[in-house]
């Protein structure tokens, strides 16, 4: 399988606290992107981060990409409940039009 | 307002009973895609397509079956060769090139009954 991965599987924590989820993915990219996803609903974009750069900041997020590694971050910072959902790096598969979705960490952000 | 819808957004299928999900966008976006979600699971590309009266497999394609007549739309039957079709299917579109920001449905949670 082609898919990635996302570390942790699951993630808890207390609000206002930061959240970190890794990305690993395993063909040579042009861009990684990462996604959210509420319980039941369809998927938002977050960031898009692309090959020639290391790390990308919106809002309260931070994204960095090692390409060496094949892997990339998400920080979420001053977490709040709000962000609980499921969140999803996607790389394209060699500059075609297909997505490589990982497999996701579901974060939980107790108030 | 511009944007993908799906419909339903529930589904029950019968055993031996083909289906259709609807997919339609807005955005003028050339590929569209269909991805199927299983319980706590990430995304599982069925099919895509990059441009009108063109698809392609993705990697579960077995059992289903996609048309791309118009642009704005690109309806996915679930056949009845589909064995385990119970999943949360999403479609998705994108406009600027390989690897640009994908947009989203909100689902169909499809249910054999």
């Given at each position: 399988s082609q898919q990635g991965e996302e570390d942790p599987q699951a993630l808890s924590i207390q609000e206002g606290e930061n959240a970190t989820m890794n990305c690993s993915y395993k063909t040579s990219i042009n861009n990684l992107q990462w996604y959210r996803q509420n319980s039941g609903r369809g998927l938002v974009h977050l960031i898009l981060i692309r090959s020639n750069e290391r790390e990308k900041h919106s809002g309260r997020l931070r994204v960095t990409l090692d390409t060496s590694k094949k892997s990339s971050s998400l920080l979420i910072t001053?977490?709040?409940?709000?962000?609980?959902a499921s969140y999803f790096c996607a790389t394209d598969d060699s500059g075609t039009y297909k997505y490589i979705f990982g497999t996701g960490t579901r974060l939980k952000v107790l108030a | 307002d511009g944007g993908i819808t799906q419909s339903p957004k529930y589904l029950f299928r019968k055993e031996g009973q083909n289906v259709t999900l609807s997919c339609e966008q807005n955005?003028?976006?050339?590929a569209m895609y269909w991805y199927r979600q299983d319980p706590g699971q990430g995304l599982r590309l069925i099919y895509y397509s990059q441009i009108v009266n063109d698809f392609q497999k993705g990697d579960i394609a077995e059992g289903y079956s996609v048309s791309r007549?118009?642009?704005e739309s690109f309806p996915l039957t679930v056949t009845s060769?589909?064995?385990?079709?119970t999943a949360f299917y999403l479609c998705a579109s994108s406009g600027q090139g390989p690897g640009s920001q994908a947009f989203f449905g909100q689902g169909t949670r499809l249910t054999v009954v």
């Open positions: 001053a977490s709040r409940a709000a962000d609980t | 955005l003028n976006h050339d007549e118009k642009k060769a589909q064995k385990n079709p």
